[in-house]
């Protein structure tokens, strides 16, 4: 019982932080074509700002989680207007400038920081005691934040003037123009909400997992296995498909003694079969740009 | 003149897809613009929206090959062969593309929200989609389909509403009835003239030129990227080189 309802609390938090940094990723995928390999990057800046904020500038946990995000969708921008703004028409190009970035922010944190694991001291502590099990407050605010962030998003996109715009610009560039949205705006907007995003999913585990200089890569292959599961561009299906590997993260890690080693292969094992049985994914998109 | 496209010139690659065209359109105008299939038509409302030169930006830094663009594209007094496409639409000079190209995976009403994005009064908003309801019954019955699931004929539709948002004051409507049934075809060309009769300018590009006969007192004939003629459609009915164009008549 026990077990289980760790599990449980366990996928839930694992697999609502992969959904938050998988539909970042997919939504600057599906509105930009962008193939961010930095996104996850941006989340391990933001856990680095925080700890920085927290250990070295003497801020609360909340004001630095809060600057932290603010720093990191700046950040993102600026590297959109340095960037990528001049290649975005060459995907191939991006995605190697995005790969190159992650490097550079693991190389700058490695210099300054080491290769050492920091923690973060929780927002929230204490104990919640159900009789069987007890749960942190620190997990459960993760948990509550993650869904609030989520139905942000969500609610973002489907009821504002912005969220219109994104939308029409990941369906029909050329349309988008004929209604007199500047795409290239448009881009560089979501571009600062899908790191926004990504330094969320920071905020939201730095107190609970430890800060690394390369804790970037193992949710990179989360997310790509995410995306792939949930279909290309298709952001309902990031999110689901995050949940479906955090869940079956959290059995490898539970199930199997000592196995945790073995999570990250769980991902990947899904998305290799996802790519041979149906590569068209969950909610797969046909790409397919129209031309007039 | 209201609108003026002069010596026109537009290269895919080294395919000349129109050779130095010219068009006008006076205020309140109805014109038609008719020509047999690949004649340059698309190519000519894209050019007038701005889409060619963001076509042509988007090529920077890729291998594909490369467009070239010339001439001039007067609206309202201000020359816009140089200014980006959302611009263009701003200036009310909108364009319904060809098959409509709703937004396929939003509503109906979301679409029409997406064409008032440049309008910030809600008052002119509501008003819009008033006028909206008023000419397409058929879309205010629809308004919570997601417009992938639209029939031909209402994705014209949707796309004439969604331009209307937009504060058309010119309209570009690029083929609407093709692969329409007559009827449906029929009942669609009574709304354009509605819309026409709101005080909205029409450039219509029609294959099927008995329709843009009705509609336009005058029309301007393009063949393989030339402009052979304009006239009347009497004049252009009685004329020798419009019946080797089309061979049908
Ligand atoms: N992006 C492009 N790249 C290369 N060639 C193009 C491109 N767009 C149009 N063309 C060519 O330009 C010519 C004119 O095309 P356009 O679509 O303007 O014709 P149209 O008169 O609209 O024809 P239809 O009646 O079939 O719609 C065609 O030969 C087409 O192949
Ligand atoms: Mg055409």
Redo the contacts with the bound molecule.
């Keep these: 019982m026990e077990t289980l309802t760790n599990l449980v609390i366990h996928g839930l938090l694992y697999g609502g932080m992969c959904a938050i940094l998988a539909v970042g990723f997919a939504l600057i995928f599906g509105v930009a074509k962008i193939v961010n390999m930095a996104h996850t990057a941006f989340y391990m800046v933001a856990s680095f700002i925080i700890f920085i904020g927290v250990s070295r500038v003497g801020l609360p946990v909340w004001l630095a989680s809060l600057v932290s995000i603010l720093l990191t969708c700046l950040l993102s921008v600026i590297c959109y207007k340095l960037f990528f703004e001049r290649v975005k028409h060459h995907e191939t190009a991006v995605m190697i400038i995005s790969v190159a970035l992650a490097m550079l922010f693991q190389e700058i944190f490695l210099l300054i920081f080491g290769g050492h694991y920091h923690g973060i001291p929780a927002l929230v502590k204490g104990f919640m005691d159900l009789g069987v099990v007890r749960i942190s407050y620190k997990n459960l605010f993760a948990l509550g934040f993650s869904l609030i962030t989520l139905l942000g998003l969500w609610l973002l996109l489907s009821k504002t003037r912005l969220g219109i715009a994104i939308r029409s610009v990941a369906q029909d560039r050329e349309v988008a123009n004929l209604v007199g949205i500047n795409i290239n705006h448009i881009y560089m907007i979501t571009m600062g909400i899908s790191a926004g995003l990504a330094a969320v999913a920071g905020a939201i585990v730095a107190p609970i997992f430890m800060v690394h200089p390369l804790m970037w890569m193992q949710p990179l292959v989360m997310v790509l296995a995410a995306v792939v599961l949930g279909g290309l561009g298709s952001i309902k299906g990031a999110v689901i498909a995050a949940l479906i590997l955090g869940f079956a993260e959290s059995l490898v890690i539970f199930l199997i003694p000592d196995g945790s080693f073995l999570r990250g292969a769980v991902s990947l094992a899904v998305m290799v079969v996802v790519l041979v049985i149906r590569p068209e994914g969950l909610y797969g998109v046909v790409f397919e740009e129209e ?2 | 003149m209201y609108l003026e496209v002069r010596n026109l010139t ?1 290269l ?2 080294r ?1 000349m ?2 050779n130095n065209v010219s068009l006008n359109v006076e205020k309140g105008e109805a014109v038609g613009l008719v ?12 050019a007038i929206t701005g889409l060619v030169q963001w ?1 042509k930006d988007s090529l920077k830094g890729t291998t594909k ?1 490369k ?1 070239t663009i010339e001439g001039s594209v007067v609206f309202n007094g201000e020359e816009l062969i140089n200014v980006p496409a959302p611009r263009i639409a701003q200036r009310g000079l909108i364009l319904c593309p ?1 098959r409509g190209r709703p937004f396929r995976e939003m509503t109906v009403k979301e679409n029409l929200e997406a064409g008032a994005y440049l309008v910030k009064d809600k008052r002119v908003i509501k008003d819009s989609l008033d006028k909206v309801y008023y000419l397409f019954p058929r879309l205010k019955e629809r308004i919570d389909q997601v417009s992938g699931t639209l029939s031909g004929g209402e994705r014209t539709m949707l796309s004439i509403g969604r331009a209307l948002m937009s504060q058309a004051k010119l309209l570009l409507i ?2 609407p009835s ?1 692969g329409l049934a007559p009827l449906v075809k029929q009942d669609l060309f009574t709304r354009i003239k509605d819309v026409h009769g709101l005080g909205i300018t029409i450039l219509l ?1 029609e ?1 099927d030129i008995s329709f843009a006969f009705d509609l336009a007192p005058r029309n301007y004939v ?1 063949s393989q ?1 030339k402009m052979i003629t304009q006239g009347s459609p009497e004049e252009l009915l009685a004329d020798e080189s419009i019946r080797r164009t089309y061979p049908g008549l």
């Design positions: 031309r007039l | 537009v895919y690659d395919a897809v129109l020509g047999p299939n690949g004649a340059g038509k698309s190519t000519m409302m894209r076509e090959g467009i060809e690029d083929e093709t590009v294959q393009l990227g």
